[in-house]
């Protein structure tokens, strides 16, 4: 009984080790820029599409991570539709990697609004939380919390993996706030690049 609680002290102590233990350096960051082409993203009857900003955060997030040294891998980069299971493929050829999905959320109450940050597996949770962080700060809008799910494009990548929700475009403040100011979506992008970097480097 002993040299098992001997035992299973060790593995507890490697695993606390583990956790501990700063994530290491990573050189490309794939940027997936959510819906697109027939796909305009957002809650059924949303009056303002998903699919042009989600674009435009991703294209301001990949243009600020290669100004500070990053490999970036673009799922698309114009108005065209990819499918999930591609976008997964382009992830998993990427080797010394991360995924970042650019979403905006929707709802039929208008009221709604908040960042929400999903991850699925465990080597993604450290990520999640760097980048949620962030863009708090950047937003100003109500934390709605790191939340572990199951959507194909995070569960389905072999390398960290995040789907960010930085607001709801069915909300009328919100998305006139997205919609009508760059520099606005330049934030989000800045903090998500900062949120990786806070992580990574």
């Given at each position: ?7 299973l002290l060790i ?92 979403h905006f959320n ?28 962030r863009l708090l ?65």
């Amino acid at each position: 009984m002993k040299s098992y609680g001997l035992t299973l002290l060790i593995l507890f102590g490697a695993t606390l080790l583990l956790a501990g233990t700063p994530a290491r350096a990573v050189n490309t960051v794939v940027v997936d820029a959510g819906h697109g082409g027939h796909d305009r993203g957002g809650a059924p009857g949303q009056r303002v599409p998903e699919k042009p900003y989600t674009l435009d955060v991703a294209l301001r997030l990949a243009a600020t991570l290669r100004e500070n040294g990053f490999h970036v891998v673009l799922t698309r980069d114009g108005d065209y539709f990819v499918g999930l299971r591609q976008r997964c493929d382009i992830a998993n050829a990427q080797a010394n990697a991360v995924f970042v999905s650019v979403h905006f959320n929707g709802a039929p109450r208008t009221a709604a609004d908040g960042v929400e940050t999903y991850y699925y597996s465990p080597q993604s949770s450290g990520l999640a939380t760097a980048v949620h962080r962030r863009l708090l700060q950047v937003s100003g809008l109500p934390d709605r919390h790191i939340r572990q799910r199951g959507f194909f494009v995070i569960r389905n990548t072999r390398i960290p993996s995040i789907l960010i929700e930085p607001g709801f475009l069915s909300n009328p403040q919100t998305a006139d706030r997205v919609g009508n100011s760059p520099a606005y979506r330049q934030q989000l992008a800045n903090a998500v690049a900062r949120g990786i970097m806070d992580r990574y480097r």
